[in-house]
């Protein structure tokens, strides 16, 4: 299919994004004054298509697809095609009768999106996903290893466990120190120690000790959240927890306004708001917190006793945590989001009014999916992942071309050799790339490693004097290596090693 890429808001106001979607959405007005926008995404619309079209279970399953333009106001566009604002992907939604087939076309698409990026050489993990703005049941990513990724993945270093940082998760630590113990509360002078460093080494206590206390705006609501303090608290994870699309730190007005200091002496004891406290926080029998009062500390705080708050994971993973499958390692990992397969549910179908008849005549929703692979973000990708330090290294099954004729000179038995195999290769249905320009050969061969073609075929008199062409692959480690195709059979050759790179 190919929906269209300028919408107008109803679709968006009937599925309760238009308001939610946040300002990643490129809205505009027409003349009119009526409300439109640039696809970001294209659920609203095709359910609002298949309500038309699908009436009956006999219709379903069904899987429809497009690869469109989208457009996204992205607020930090980087690297070329790796995020901007315009892009093309390949998106597809699945629709079915019910929760099981509609996992079952789930798992068809998993299964698909991982035959392509394996076909297409990418070392990549696909790893559990926060479902964001797209909403539903669960999500996955395919993440592309690549140090210059945005994204950080936890992924455990002996089983298939991987997730991205937003909805990673770990095993409880144990508990520290034993509650019926502790001394009583202690209130300590800490004058302009306001970081967990500087009142770690003021106190000589290790910052695993200490009740990390971040001020968040949440709506309306001044809400604080509490880690350990060698932890970071999600940010994702908390808004969750909290039922909001998201949180903002809060700033310095608000912090005193809410804790009646400074910031930096904020602590869970006395405060007023609500408390989210992460599990392994509120497991130290003996912390160390702010005393809501600037210059000073607690020491000795013990929830259940000195402060309540509800108690949930709200903490970033760390490299090193233990694996919630299997006990191991976890290490943590860059990547470039590649593709991203969602389970819908009824999320939008149920909104929109997009329903069946099943065998008994009874309406319900449809079942849905959605599925999206960053087409123009996949060149980028692939090239971060796939370079060294002359330039590209193409994969073969997706080269621009699989081949490159270097044309060293202009003689006339040069150019008839040229001309002659380019004309071999492309009946066998390959793609070549010819370089005729009048330039020396050893500035054909470097912008030759730099495109980054699979082979490279040098045609010229002393290689033609010696019996043929020369055939280089581009990842060949010894630069100096060629070997040398006699010109009638130079084609069938070349084929063959095309067709052997895309097997392997």
Sequence with gaps: MLLPALLPADYFRESGRWDTFGDTMLRLKDRKGGDYHLGPTHEEIITALVRHEIKSYRDLPRNLYQIQTKFRDEPRPRGGLLRCREFSMKDAYSFDVNDEAGLESYEQMRLAYRRVFDRLGLNYRMVAADTGAMGGKS????????????????????????????????????????????????????????????????????????????LYLAGEDVVMAIVRGDHEVNEIKLAHVLGVDEVHLAGPADVEKATGAAVGFAGPVGFKGRLIVDRDAASIADAISGANETDAHFKYVVRGRDYEGEVCE?????????????????????????????????????????????????????????????????????????????????????????????????????????????????????????????????????????????????????????????????????????????????ADTIQTRVRQMLEA
């Design 139 to 214: 999500s996955a990513e395919f993440q592309v290893l690549v140090q210059s990724g945005e994204d950080i993945i936890a992924a455990c270093r002996q089983c298939e466990y991987a997730a991205n940082l937003d909805v990673a998760t770990t095993p409880p630590m144990p508990k520290r120190g034993d509650p019926s113990t502790t001394p009583p509360l202690e209130k300590v002078e800490t004058p302009a120690q306001k970081t967990i460093d500087e009142v770690s080494a003021f106190l000589g206590a290790s910052p695993d000790r200490f009740l990390k206390s971040l």
């Design 314 to 490: 709200i903490r970033s993973v760390m490299d090193g945590d233990l694996c919630p499958s299997c006990g191991a390692s976890l290490g943590l990992y860059r990547g470039i989001e590649a593709g991203h397969i969602f389970l819908l549910g009824t999320r939008y179908s149920a909104r929109m009014n997009a329903n069946y008849l099943d065998e008994a005549g009874e309406s319900h929703p449809l079942v849905m999916g959605c599925y999206g692979i960053g087409v123009s973000r996949l060149v980028a990708t692939t090239v971060e992942q796939h370079n060294d330090k002359d330039g590209i290294l193409w994969p073969m099954s997706i080269a621009p071309y699989h081949v490159h004729i270097a044309q060293l000179g202009t003689d006339a038995d040069v150019v008839a050799a040229v001309e002659k195999l380019e004309a071999e290769l492309e009946a066998r249905g390959l793609d070549v790339l010819v370089d005729d320009r009048d330039e020396r050969p050893g500035v054909k061969f470097k912008d030759a490693d730099l495109i980054g073609i699979p082979l490279r075929v040098t045609v010229g008199a002393r290689a033609l004097e010696a019996g043929g062409v020369e055939l280089k692959p581009r990842r060949e480690r010894d630069p100096k290596k060629a070997e040398l195709l006699p010109l009638e059979s130079a």
